[in-house]
T-cell receptor, first 114, second 114 residues
């Protein structure tokens, strides 16, 4: 089945610790995105990437880092610099070769700071 | 600055009734307006989308109405069913930096009462 796989589903982080969220897609999409979802806040764009080895900051990139070494993978690292990391993180992908095509989302990772 | 404003925040509709959710945008560069449906603990899924060259798009019980001059668009769910109970997000996008990221509204929590 084609789709986007995020792992883990739940993640707990201690104060001052970096954690990495995995996102893998087998849709052969060029563009990939990371969003953060907080209650009552909608989804906010963290980072996006159109091609391998290239990525751009979104609206709330501070405290996060990404890499795009393979077309299929777009991991997100939540660093200790992110002061309020508890949230639901969503990865998405789209064809990227045409303007404004459907974005497909993964099932999300819920990150909690303990 | 919130670029996509969504209302209401929550909505209760009787089974068989019409659910209406409204969104307004500010950036005239937006040229793609999707609606996403999200169930608890899941990622959003595309419901229906419209481009500004048409004023209305209908897919089954779901209709988008688009008013370009007013910079507003709305989702109508006809004959609302309990299975429609979910959170709905409007969104807008334009090509930026070669990849199009979506700007989301804050969401509407819809409850359909049997």
């Amino acid at each position: 089945d084609g789709g986007i796989t995020q792992s883990p589903k739940y993640l707990f982080r201690k104060e001052g610790q970096n954690v990495t969220l995995s996102c893998e897609q087998n849709l052969n999409h060029d563009a990939m995105y990371w969003y953060r979802q907080d209650p009552g806040q909608g989804l906010r764009l963290i980072y996006y990437s159109q091609i391998v080895n290239d990525f751009q900051k979104g609206d709330i990139a501070e405290g996060y880092s990404v890499s795009r070494e393979k077309k299929e993978s777009f991991p997100l690292t939540v660093t200790s610099a992110q002061k309020n990391p508890t949230a639901f993180y969503l990865c998405a992908s789209s064809i990227g070769k045409d303007r404004n095509t459907e974005a497909f989302f993964g099932q999300g990772t819920r990150l909690t700071v303990v | 600055q919130q670029q996509v404003k969504q209302s209401p925040q929550s909505l209760i509709v009787q089974k068989g009734g019409i659910s209406i959710i409204n969104c307004a945008y500010e950036n005239t560069a937006f040229d793609y307006f999707p609606w996403y449906q999200q169930f608890p603990g899941k990622g959003p899924a595309l419901l229906i989308a419209i481009r500004p060259d048409v004023s209305e798009k209908k897919e089954g019980r779901f209709t988008i109405s688009f008013n370009k001059s007013a910079k507003q668009f709305s989702l109508h769910i006809m004959d609302s069913q309990p299975g429609d109970s979910a959170t709905y997000f409007c969104a807008a996008s334009y090509r930026r930096g070669g990849a199009d990221g979506l700007t989301f509204g804050k969401g509407t929590h819809l409850i359909i009462q049997p």
